[in-house]
């Protein structure tokens, strides 16, 4: 590794100073918000849920009609849930679950009565208890061992363990297609089951859905499309697969050699944490600051006056009651009259811009120290002799001390990118009403775009970050040499970086979908032994989400590898521009790898 010095000092000044106006932000929200509008959420008439003297002081729990609403990218920048149904104060959440009818009996009314709007009926939907959120955080617990199970073989029988994932992989989606077509014969001759989806609309109940022939058709059909991909992509690249396992191996052989990189995931993500919980309680006691206000919300969301302020007072009388049937005037968000009120959302907007920077900031320091430690097992002649002392620690120091600026730079670039999509997206969000048919394919278009764009920075910049790691050059001169390196190895690049990166997805697949399906079963009541003590699946999205962060959780282990071999692929392709096996020049590249590489690069490109 080069000597260096201090990179990007400018961006790095200028990240210091926006640090500091981030910290005095948070001050100010925190000096001007009221604790009672963070300790206490607020319904939809602006009362406190809670709180002690008033009418809602046994009612500490805020009960959405439909949560899910709030799903959307415009919470990011107001904080506002864009749901059109009442929020009401409650005593504790739902622990029942009824159709219509059923909730209509004299018995079952006078508890669901409790959790409907005024003056309307409406059957209860449950809320997820305690036994779910558990057993969501087991399951992601279980894809941590898994994934920590699993680098660690690999750093013994990687060979055997990929072709074990291989095949496990079109094993498992194989009978997934079987069960499938299995569980569509079956409903084929139930009557009722032929119902499309579309003529149910969306359902909180997955045995809804479960209990159709067509959903299955559709999971039957994507499996099968899913399945075949797979085949394809082994039988055309079933050479390079070779080679990319050796490849894996020596990635292998430095992580068993610096094992504290298997541990740094866990840095990156206290970092990450720090930063959402500083953006969310800035943003929390940003909201809250003044008083009340309220928001026009109609059912359909088609009305003219929708998200226009209002007075609960009088809404009843006033012309948008008459102009839109069915609109309430119900609680949005906090505000005021004052320079510090007016400016909230600019506040808002520089407390997510602020956030974005300093989440990529911690992913580029992430990717850079692991690609400096990587860095020093490659580059040492006589492994593992060569390799220096606390390689990790002494690429985290190189890193702060040398290319906070770089590493700054990077991820304002990213940062910036991102702040737009989300930005398109809100803008979006508040267009979906609109007719004009040129506005939205524009901004369709613009998304798209910039969704590209993102995509392709994040290659760049961590290819960026490992040259930096290597050589201590700025980021826009790492960025460049960077880019140049792999268009010259463009072939290397396509054939093989990538096919190792499809092999530790097909890993990270195998993990998360084993314990998706693991949730699957456990939820449907599918594994006998634990029938009695299961909860009541109500809800479509619980095993989604133990497989969506089965997957995350899998990916945070998985990018070590990948960020291994990305490095070491990246130090290959630079060894061979700079040295050609003499004594004088000789390969730092171990001669088995090295005679690997250079065969697969002779036979003929598939």
């Given amino acids: 590794l080069y000597p260096r010095s201090c990179t990007d000092v400018a961006c790095c000044f200028i990240f210091i100073i926006v640090i500091i106006g981030y910290i005095a932000l948070g001050t100010i929200a925190w000096s001007f918000g009221d604790p009672r509008k963070v300790v206490y959420p607020t319904d939809s008439r602006g009362q406190f849920c809670g709180q002690k003297g008033t009418s809602n002081s046994n009612k500490a729990v805020l009960f959405y009609f439909n949560i899910l609403k709030c799903a959307n990218p415009a919470v990011l920048i107001n904080l506002q849930c864009p749901t059109t149904q009442v929020q009401l104060c409650v005593s504790k959440c739902p622990d029942k679950f009824a159709r219509f009818l059923d909730s209509q009996s004299s018995t079952n009314w006078e508890y669901y009565k409790q959790f409907c709007k005024p003056n309307f009926v409406l059957g209860s939907k449950v809320r997820m208890n305690i036994v779910l959120l558990c057993t969501q955080m087991f399951g992601l617990v279980i894809t941590m061992v898994l994934s920590l199970l699993f680098i660690l073989l690999l750093r013994y029988i990687a060979g055997v363990l990929l072709w074990l994932i291989i095949f496990g992989v079109v094993g498992a989606i194989g009978y997934g297609i079987w069960h499938c077509f299995w569980e569509y014969s079956t409903l084929g001759m139930k009557p009722g089951s032929n119902i499309t989806i579309s003529d149910i609309g969306f359902q909180p109940d997955l045995a809804v859905y479960l209990n159709l022939s067509q959903t299955w058709l559709i999971f039957m059909c994507f499996l099968a499309v ?221 998304k798209c775009c910039f969704w590209c764009l993102e995509r392709f920075i994040k290659f760049l910049n961590r290819n960026a970050y490992i040259m930096i790691a290597i050589y201590g050059k700025n980021f826009y001169t790492s960025a460049r040499e960077a880019f140049f390196l792999l268009m010259r190895n463009i072939l290397r690049v396509a054939v093989l970086d990538k096919v190792t990166d499809f092999l530790l997805f097909l890993g990270k697949l195998l993990i998360s979908g084993g314990v998706g399906a693991l949730a699957f079963f456990f939820f449907t009541h599918k594994i006998p032994i634990l029938q009695e003590h299961l909860p009541v699946l109500n809800y479509i999205w619980v095993p989604l989400t133990v497989t969506f962060g089965s997957y995350i959780v899998a990916q945070g282990f998985f990018n070590v590898y990948s960020m291994c071999v990305d490095t070491l692929f990246l130090c290959f392709c630079e060894d061979l521009e700079r040295n050609d096996g003499s004594s004088s020049r000789p390969y730092f590249i171990s001669p088995n790898l090295h005679q690997i590489l250079r065969k697969g690069e002779d036979e003929p490109k598939l």
């Fill in 226 to 446: 899913i399945e075949g991909i797979i085949v394809i992509v082994l039988i055309f690249l079933r050479k390079r697969i070779c080679i990319a396992i050796s490849l894996l191996k020596e990635g292998s052989r430095a992580i068993g050699n610096i094992m504290s990189t298997l541990f740094y995931p866990l840095v990156t993500f206290l970092l990450v944490t720090i930063c959402i919980a500083y953006w969310a309680v800035t943003a929390v006691f940003l909201a809250s600051s003044g008083d009340a206000i309220y928001k026009v919300t109609s059912p359909d969301g088609k009305c003219i006056y929708d998200n226009s302020t209002c007075n609960p007072t009088n809404f009843s009388q006033s012309n948008i009651s008459k102009a839109c049937p069915g609109s309430q005037c119900n609680f949005a968000f906090y505000g005021g009259e004052s320079l510090y009120h007016k400016n909230i959302l600019v506040f808002q907007i520089c407390n997510l811009f602020a956030f974005l920077w300093l989440v990529n900031f911690s992913i580029a320091l992430g990717q850079c120290t692991l690609a400096g430690a990587f860095a020093s097992y490659y580059w040492a002649l006589k492994k593992p002799d060569d390799i220096p002392p606390c390689p990790l620690f002494s690429s985290f120091s190189r890193a702060i001390r040398f290319h906070t600026g770089s590493l700054a730079f990077g991820s304002l670039i990213l940062g910036s990118v991102q702040f737009i999509r989300i930005i398109l997206e809100y803008l979006d969000h508040n267009l979906k009403g609109a007719q004009n048919n040129v506005a939205q394919f524009l901004l369709k278009c613009l």
